[in-house]
């Protein structure tokens, strides 16, 4: 199975701060990353897809980069509502695999 | 849009069969392109992928589950289930269906969600 690890496993920060999660696969996955934002409770919420690629509806200050083993999830100016946990998971290769999560809090 | 919704029994005996139920609205499970889904997640812990159904029947499963995991899809009722066999307190989790999409890349992504449902596994 690819392992995904993200980095780090928990982050403090304030409103208005750029705010910056990698993820690294254990082998190449091209651009098969997907990022999803999860609050308490909740089930998860695609913010991302292929890398980079924007789901519908989410803001524009979550963008997403890289290919290969490493990527990057980045918030450009966080705001009250991005305060959640942030997961990474690749469809390269069956099994599709997860990240541990990012808790990012105030 | 499109929205899911997880049932089923909320506690299950060691030993025993967990079945759960998503149903699926404002969309058909047999339109061509989607998988359904199953994923679940321990307390505290990250995401796992049980496996999925291709609107055309095929499978794929974890291999971690492979061997007590069946998912099914009942097109008239607009639903698919998932039924894991041989439980263990191993299994307590909150389990979420969820819509894999594939865009013109190959790349596929689960972009509907249920707001998962806790089943624990207990005498």
């Known amino acids: 199975d690819i392992q995904m690890t993200q980095s780090p496993s928990s982050l403090s920060a304030s409103v208005g701060d750029r705010v910056t999660i990698t993820c690294r696969a254990s082998?190449?996955?091209?651009?098969?990353l997907n990022w999803y934002q999860q609050k308490p409770g909740k089930a998860p919420k695609l913010l991302i897809y292929?890398?980079?690629i924007l789901q519908t509806g989410v803001p524009s200050r979550f963008s997403g980069s890289g290919s290969g083993t490493d990527f990057t999830l980045t918030i450009s100016s966080l705001q009250p509502e991005d305060f959640a946990t942030y997961s990474c998971?690749?469809?390269?290769?069956?099994?599709?695999?997860f990240g541990q999560g990012t808790k990012v809090e105030i | 849009q499109v929205q899911l919704q997880e049932s089923g029994p909320g506690l299950v005996k060691p030993s025993q069969t967990l079945s759960l139920t998503c149903t699926v609205s404002?969309?058909?499970?047999?339109?061509?392109?989607?998988?359904w889904s199953w994923i679940r997640q321990h307390p505290g812990k990250g995401l796992e992928w049980i496996g999925y159904?291709?609107?055309?029947?095929?499978?794929n499963y974890n291999p971690s589950l492979k061997s007590r995991v069946t998912i099914s899809l009942d097109t008239t009722k607009n639903q698919f289930s998932l039924t894991l066999s041989s439980v263990t307190a191993a299994d307590t989790a909150v389990y979420f269906c969820?819509?894999?999409?594939?865009?013109?890349?190959?790349?596929?992504?689960?972009?509907?969600w249920g707001q998962g449902t806790l089943v624990t596994v207990s005498s």
């Open positions: 969820a819509r894999i999409s594939r865009n013109d890349y190959g790349a596929n992504y689960f972009d509907y």
């Open positions: 082998q190449t996955i091209s651009g098969f």
């Open positions: 292929a890398a980079y």
């Open positions: 998971q690749q469809s390269s290769t069956s099994p599709y695999t």
């Open positions: 159904m291709y609107y055309t029947g095929s499978t």
């Open positions: 404002g969309g058909s499970i047999s339109s061509g392109g989607y998988s």
